[in-house]
């Protein structure tokens, strides 16, 4: 079955040590998103690649960074988390990107990753 | 910046209570959608509404969205257990760029 990927489903790491989350699909989407979700919160999108273009958010810390090798596989990589990086990072995809035309292609999310960070 | 609200976060019915819920966005959207996430498990988007005052069934759940494509709601009618988890809208403002809300998450009482 086609699907969103990522591992490990959970990952602890220590208080500024660097850590690479991993996401792959097999929908061969244009766009791949990584969001931020914290306890009983909103998923908060952290950036997305639509094909090769990287696309950041205003508000998304240095200390985040991504990278899109290929279609099928985006990393997320934490150069120094801190505590407040704990949380449950997930991947979704959707076939294209956002655009003026009023429709938002639909995403499809990965089972996501909990972070712990000791 | 926009902002996609959904008051209250919790609630509980009782199995066969009818459940509705609201997502009230700051600035128009050019839709919205919507997206349950069961325990420990992820989101997993349900309908997208597009039009001002677009109605939408799936079974039991049927989702309106506002005329002012300001708001929406979701109703659902004699809930089941399996309609447990949070439930998140998702507003697209005019670059289409999704913005969650923080969600209500219902729990049923067998």
């Known amino acids: 079955d086609a699907m969103v990927i990522q591992n490990p489903r959970y990952q602890v790491t220590q208080f500024g040590k660097p850590v690479t989350l991993s996401c792959s699909q097999t929908l061969n989407h244009n766009v791949m998103y990584w969001y931020q979700q914290k306890s009983s919160q909103a998923p908060k999108l952290l950036f997305h690649y639509y094909d090769k273009d990287f696309n950041n958010e205003a508000d998304t810390p240095d200390n985040f960074q991504s990278r899109r090798p290929n279609t099928s596989f985006c990393f997320l990589d934490i150069r120094s988390p801190g505590l407040g990086d704990a949380a449950m990072y997930l991947c979704?995809?959707?076939?294209?990107?956002?655009?003026?035309?009023?429709?938002?292609?639909?995403?499809?999310f990965g089972p996501g990753t909990r972070l712990t960070v000791l | 910046g926009q902002q996609v609200m959904q008051i209250p976060q919790y609630q509980h019915v009782q199995e066969g209570e009818d459940f509705t819920t609201y997502c009230n966005s700051s600035t128009t959207l050019s839709n919205i959608q919507w997206y349950k996430q069961r325990p420990g498990g992820h989101p997993v988007f349900l309908i997208q509404l597009v039009k001002s005052g677009e109605v939408k069934k799936q079974k039991r759940l049927t989702f309106q969205f506002g005329e002012a494509k300001k708001n929406s709601s979701l109703h659902i009618t004699a809930t089941q257990t399996t309609d447990v988890g949070t439930y998140f809208c998702?507003?697209?403002?005019?670059?289409?760029?999704?913005?969650f809300g923080k969600g209500i998450t219902l729990s049923v009482r067998p």
């Open positions: 979704a995809t959707s076939r294209d990107p956002p655009s003026a035309s009023g429709l938002t292609d639909t995403q499809y």
């Open positions: 998702a507003g697209a403002g005019a670059n289409s760029k999704l913005t």
